[in-house]
C-alpha cells in the first residue's frame, strides 16, 4: 500500500522561497508519476507540477515556469519528490497536495488538474502574504 507525506509548508513574504516535500512509500511500481497540486478557496484545482517516476518527464504549469522546480530522489522503497518555489506571489497562496498517479496519461492529467488513481497526502498550507 502506498503511503504519501508532505512537509514544508508556511508563511513567506511575497518574492520569498519555500521548499515542498512529497515522502512517497510503498509499492513504487504502482505509480507512473508523483505530482503536486494545489486549490484556492473558491478556484478549481490546478496542476501545478508533475514528475514521472520512470522516464524522468515533467510538467509545470504556465503560472509557475520559471519560479518553481521539482526534482525527485529514489530509493529502494520510496520516492521523494520536492518542489522549490522561489519568487512566490499571493497568487501561489493555496493548500498544496501531492499525489501518485497511476495512469500512463499521468502529463495530461497534470496538464487539467485531474490525475489518474493514485494515493494522495493531506495537504499542506501555503501563504504567501506580506
Known amino acids: 500500500q502506498v503511503q504519501v507525506v508532505e512537509s514544508g509548508g508556511g508563511l513567506v513574504q511575497p518574492g520569498g522561497s519555500l521548499k515542498l516535500s512529497c515522502v512517497a512509500s510503498g509499492f513504487t511500481r504502482d505509480y507512473h508519476a508523483i505530482s503536486w497540486f494545489r486549490q484556492a478557496p473558491g478556484k478549481a484545482r490546478e496542476g501545478v507540477s508533475c514528475?514521472?517516476?520512470?522516464?524522468?518527464?515533467?510538467?509545470?504549469a504556465d503560472s509557475v515556469k520559471g519560479r518553481f522546480t521539482i526534482s525527485k530522489d529514489s530509493a529502494k522503497k520510496s520516492v521523494t519528490v520536492y518542489l522549490q518555489m522561489n519568487n512566490l506571489k499571493p497568487e501561489d497562496t493555496a493548500v498544496y497536495y501531492c499525489?501518485?498517479?497511476?495512469?500512463?496519461?499521468?502529463?495530461?492529467?497534470?496538464?487539467?488538474?485531474?490525475?489518474?488513481?493514485?494515493?494522495w497526502g493531506q495537504g499542506t498550507q501555503v501563504t504567501v502574504s506580506s
Open positions: 499525489a501518485t498517479d497511476s495512469s500512463p496519461y499521468w502529463f495530461e492529467g497534470c496538464q487539467i488538474g485531474n490525475p489518474g488513481f493514485g494515493t
Open positions: 514528475i514521472g517516476t520512470s522516464d524522468g518527464r515533467i510538467y509545470y
